[in-house]
T-cell receptor, first 112, second 115 residues
């Protein structure tokens, strides 16, 4: 079935470090891929998305590229800030489905 | 600004009680969802609804039911609360899938404790 696997956390980085959070997926056809972020005490909000192969989603300095050949959608940021501390979720919608599938979430803590 | 509102931020109930969690969206979205979020398990879909009075089971519907009498409101019901239903419950809504603008809008969550 459709599923998302993302790297285990928690991740702790120093401010201005480079961030990668790995995400791979299993789905038939061409799903749409998403990264959601959950700041402390809040619900999830969309960070970025990509709807077809080789698309790059970007927002707030974060980027992720839809790689069909490796079924991956890794999240990257060149220089993290303390305010990026949050839980990050990778997700997909199958192209024939009507529900979202989420990974287990990766907690990121950025220390000054 | 678009909004998904959950009626309670924190809720404490006793085992065996009937519990209602309410969610209201103001975006005229067709789809509404209830998830539970547990450490190490991420988000798991309980039920979703793609239209008024329509509902579909998600991955973990046991012990829950839902009601959608109006488009903007989606209620999650715990018929007889149990301690293993202690969790964070998240409501979300979206436009119909296939519109090309799929995006989930989430409420802030209800932390339910069943004692």
């Amino acid at each position: 079935g459709d599923s998302v696997t993302q790297m285990e956390g928690p991740v702790t980085l120093s401010e201005e470090a480079f961030l990668t959070i790995n995400c791979t997926y299993t789905a038939t056809g061409y799903p749409s891929l998403f990264w959601y972020v959950q700041y402390p005490g809040e619900g999830l909000q969309l960070l970025l998305k990509a709807t077809k192969a080789d698309d790059k989603g970007s927002n707030k300095g974060f980027e992720a590229t839809y790689r069909k050949e490796t079924t991956s959608f890794h999240l990257e940021k060149g220089s993290v800030q303390v305010s990026d501390s949050a839980v990050y979720f990778c997700a997909l919608i199958p192209n024939t489905g009507n529900q979202f599938y989420f990974g287990t979430g990766t907690s990121l803590t950025v220390i000054p | 600004d678009v909004k998904v509102t959950q009626s309670s931020r924190y809720l404490v109930k006793r085992t065996g009680e009937k519990v209602f969690l309410e969610c209201v969206q103001d975006m005229d979205h067709e789809n509404m969802f209830w998830y539970r979020q547990d450490p190490g398990l991420g988000l798991r879909l309980i039920y979703f609804s793609y239209d008024v009075k329509m509902k579909e089971k998600g991955d973990i519907p046991e012990g829950y039911s839902v009601s959608r009498e109006k488009k903007e409101r989606f209620s999650l019901i715990l018929e007889s609360a149990s301690t293993n239903q202690t969790s964070m419950y998240l409501c979300a809504s979206s436009l119909a899938i296939g519109t090309g603008v799929e995006k989930l809008f989430f409420g802030s969550g209800t932390q339910l404790s069943v004692l």
